[in-house]
């Protein structure tokens, strides 16, 4: 202690010692002791960097990654926010143009199936029976060296047996009826009624006149 001096003041230091090192932060003062906010890195983020990627391979991966590389970029001051806006607007405008493409395929599908349904074939207010219009005079009347009778189709009468023979290409229809005797055996018909058209048969066989003036049904005896 200096004569003359405060006795309470702390002994001065020596003036040729070393310099006093400087107080460091409290531990308490964590990483905003030297100022606000995270310290800028020169990282890239790996999300930022794969959002564009993904959002022209896979838009929705794009932009999840987008979303989650924005928070993360400005928590640890890495780079690539750009990157990561520029995968956002990327796949946003992806799935739109996906969904687009989307509604367009269902809209015009679903108008190719209404327009082949509308030109299929519609059933007329006479329609001719299946049987009639699949069927072919496929027996003929077997070759005999008995004479056969022709019978006239306006005459004929109904419950007659006859045998069919085709009369020319104007149509299944055109057949000529030959009288045999009922047996029960191949290629012999009988005369099940006689209508106005060839359409009003619900029989095998139709036989009518060049005029078409009327029909006879025809079935297996």
């Known amino acids: 202690m ?25 531990p308490s003062a964590g990483p ?56 956002l607007v990327i796949g946003y405008l992806m799935c ?21 349904a509308s030109n299929s074939p519609t059933g007329s207010t006479h ?12 027996s003929m009347a077997p070759p005999s060296t008995v004479p056969r009778i022709k019978l ?3 005459t004929v009468p109904i419950g007659a047996c006859v045998e069919i023979q085709l009369r020319s290409d104007e149509g299944s229809d055109a057949l000529d009826l030959f009288k045999v005797d009922c047996e029960h055996k191949q290629g012999v018909y009988t005369v099940a009624a006689r209508v106005p058209a060839t359409y009003d048969c619900r029989s095998v066989y139709v036989a009518a006149p060049p005029d078409h003036s009327f029909a006879l049904c025809l079935n297996p005896y």
């Open 2 to 26: 200096h004569p003359g001096g405060n006795p309470f003041e702390p002994p001065s230091a020596d003036p040729f010692g070393p310099p006093p090192t400087p107080a460091s932060a409290p």
């Open 32 to 87: 905003f002791a030297q100022g606000y906010g995270a310290t800028p890195s020169g990282d890239y983020n790996t999300f930022a960097v794969l959002s564009p990627i993904f959002a022209v391979v896979v838009p929705p991966a794009g932009v999840v990654l987008g979303h989650l590389a924005l928070p993360q970029i400005r928590r640890t001051g890495e780079r690539g926010r750009p990157a990561a806006i520029a995968g």
């Open 96 to 116: 739109v143009l996906l969904i687009a493409a989307l509604i367009w395929w269902l809209t015009s599908d679903s108008g190719s199936k209404t327009t082949t």
């Open 127 to 138: 329609q001719v029976p299946s049987t009639i219009r699949e069927s072919t005079v496929t």
């Open 152 to 154: 006239d189709l306006a």
